[in-house]
């Protein structure tokens, strides 16, 4: 096994607000390979979208990264002069949002905005950094690049101006990709073509790829290793074909368990009892204790973080039966 | 494009149309020019006459009517006090408050636009707050005070500027202008300050509240993602996103501006249009009055139809669909 491309240690992400103290991310920690899909799942407010922002250092106040470090190739990123980091982002490593309508500016021309992006790292001429923007283009599948690229945002469909904004992740070949719900915003048909594509070309460029998702079900099919989120915290991670057919953390268990595909016809969706917990009050020890089934006095203290093999979870009382 | 020119152009010619009869009538409504116009000892006979060669004898609608026939031959009438023709008796004045105009408004974008950005995009900094807090001043200070305490100030205690008037000027195309030469320029100054002041804040406001919420969007997250430095999304993407209104403002201001500027006019003694209106108010000039509101009325819609131009040019959402 060769060193990550990324390695993640005790990430924290606090938010400074002023009804306290936010733990939107609270030591997170995972690596990846180059060439590899990790998926990033959790429910809104888990941490992962603030986990992805972070790895960039797109973190605005209130919000600060309070310790861990984020070691890209070696060099890590958390605290960085802001020069160093511009330096990094969108070279070495990029980010795709989530509605591309409003990722893309919409009063600028696709050509403006990716010379702008080309330019941000090489000192190429307009006529250079043009045709690299149309050669990104013609790789995400985007017909008769040449003439549109001087067309505007509103002008592309949902799925073309997602593949305008994966161009302009793409365009200095990136070692790092991180794809922040990305096809949320598209039409069923559209996500799965986008999904299938991206997994390529990460695989064609070599590049690692996290894909932050809420729907288990989208990044099952993708991902080579998975790692679910609740309140600020990895608490299972793994290959996806283990997590998904045995899971260990009651949480993954019950979204499983939560799934439309795997419910039986005519009969309520299981669900999970309770809500997210505030980020701002967390309760101590396991933050999924109130809603746990297996729970006891032992989960008021951290979880230990458990390891087999390849996989790892935070739990006192895991599920070590296989799921039904 | 074209189609949608002559869309507005008719549009124009039907304001133009009801804001002539408006202002005929508002005017007809303020008083009777007559007992300004001949002197009260002045008998029977000579009173009827003069009522006569007016056309102040008729009735509302046909002094209109007549009006509005001459006006299509490009006669505005006669003042009544100068006794020259309204048209070029405005325009010997129309420089004077162009020039004034022209530099405190486009002083006040250059300005103000940058203070402005700046504040939005560090608003917690000393710098930005001491921004807003002139922006505050320059919103709720009076002008004239401005004005006086500027004369006090840079005429009278220092010297360094001059008080009033046009200073020395240059001919172009037949009239004079002031900010061809070091004097005119120096006369222009107070006033055009004075002037921006509240534009300026305006701008400052406007910018301020459109990069604050620009900074915070998708947008410059996706951009900064992507490695740009801020000075490009600043200069580049945000600029861009916050001139529709800026222009809407530009518009808007340069407008009333040239047609309004009577209290600074008033102030520093300058001898533009401003300060006519209120003269031909006084002296219930009435063909001045009418022609200068009319032509007010098409200055706005000449200039509403360059800012509907430049958005085109601005915003490329809004070139489809028009016409």
Not at chain 1, 25 to 54: H, M, N, P, W, Y
Not at chain 2, 80 to 90: E, N, Q, R, T, Y
Request: hydrophobic share 50%.
């Amino acid at each position: 096994m060769t060193a990550p491309v990324l390695a993640v240690d005790d990430l924290a992400t606090h938010f400074f607000t002023r009804a306290g103290v936010a733990k939107a991310v609270d030591g997170v920690s995972f690596a990846i390979q180059r060439g590899e899909v990790l998926g990033l799942v959790g429910e809104s407010g888990s941490g992962k979208s603030v986990t992805g922002f972070s790895l960039l250092g797109l973190i605005d106040p209130p919000g600060r990264i309070v310790r861990g470090s984020v070691k890209l190739g070696g060099e890590d990123m958390v605290g960085l002069s802001r020069e160093r980091l511009r330096a990094l982002r969108g070279k070495r490593i990029a980010m795709i949002f989530q509605d591309p309508m409003m990722t893309l500016n919409p009063v600028l021309s696709i050509a403006q905005q990716m010379t702008l992006a080309v330019h941000a790292h090489e000192k190429v001429s307009q006529a250079e950094a043009r045709e690299r923007a149309i050669r990104a283009l013609i790789r995400v599948g985007i017909p008769a690049a040449a003439r549109r690229i001087d067309d505007y945002p509103h002008q592309f469909s949902g799925g073309m101006r997602q593949r305008v904004a994966i161009a302009m992740a793409l365009l200095h070949g990136p070692d790092v990709i991180v794809a922040d719900e990305p096809t949320t915003a598209l039409d069923v048909s559209i996500q799965a073509q986008i999904l299938t594509e991206m997994r390529e070309l990460a695989r064609e460029t070599g590049a690692a790829l996290i894909w932050i998702s809420h729907d288990l079900a989208t990044v099952s099919s993708l991902a080579d290793r998975i790692a679910v989120m609740y309140a600020g915290r990895i608490v299972e991670e793994g290959p996806t074909a283990r997590v998904l057919r045995d899971p260990r953390h009651p949480y993954t268990r019950g979204l499983l368990g939560a799934l439309p595909s795997r419910a039986v016809p005519g009969q309520a969706l299981p669900q999970i009892p309770g809500a997210t917990p505030s980020l701002l009050r967390l309760p101590p020890g396991c933050p999924f204790s109130p809603r746990c089934p297996n729970a006891d006095d032992a989960c008021r203290t951290e979880p230990p973080r458990a390891t087999e093999g390849a996989r790892a979870w935070r739990c006192h009382h895991p599920v070590m039966e296989r799921a039904a | 494009m074209l189609g949608f020119v002559i869309q507005r152009l008719m549009q124009a010619a039907a304001v133009m149309l009801v804001m002539s009869a408006l202002v005929f009538i508002g005017v007809y409504a303020i008083g009777n020019p007559i007992d300004v116009l001949i002197s009260p000892d002045a008998d029977q006979h000579t009173r009827a006459e003069v009522i006569a060669r007016f056309g102040l004898d008729r009735p509302l609608w046909e002094q209109y009517a007549t009006f509005l026939g001459r006006l299509l031959q490009g006669d505005m009438g006669r003042s009544f006090v100068f006794g020259m023709p309204v048209l070029s008796l405005i325009l010997s004045r129309l420089p004077a408050t162009l020039e004034l105009t022209l530099l405190a408004v486009i002083s006040a974008t250059l300005i103000g636009v940058p203070l402005g950005m700046y504040a939005g995009y560090k608003p917690h900094s000393p710098v930005s707050k001491a921004i807003m807090a002139l922006s505050v001043l320059g919103f709720s200070v009076p002008t004239f005070w401005v004005g006086i305490l500027l004369i006090f100030g840079f005429a009278v205690q220092l010297g360094i500027l001059p008080a009033g008037g046009r200073g020395q000027t240059v001919n172009v195309l037949g009239v004079g202008w002031s900010f061809l030469t070091l004097d005119g320029l120096k006369h222009l100054a107070l006033p055009a300050f004075n002037l921006s002041l509240f534009k300026m804040s305006m701008m400052i406001r406007l910018s301020r509240a459109g990069t604050r919420e620009i900074m915070l969007s998708d947008t410059v997250k996706f951009a900064r993602a992507a490695g740009l430095s801020e000075r490009v999304i600043l200069g580049r993407h945000v600029l861009k996103l916050i001139s529709i209104p800026i222009v809407t403002v530009f518009g808007l201001e340069l407008g009333s501006t040239l047609a309004f500027a009577v209290v600074t006019e008033t102030i520093f003694s300058w001898p533009g249009v401003g300060k006519l209106i209120i003269d031909s108010i006084s002296t219930l000039d009435r063909p001045v009055m009418v022609a200068y509101l009319v032509l007010v009325a098409f200055l706005f819609i000449i200039i509403n139809l360059s800012v509907d131009l430049v958005y085109a040019t601005l915003d490329p959402r809004l070139r489809k669909g028009r016409g």
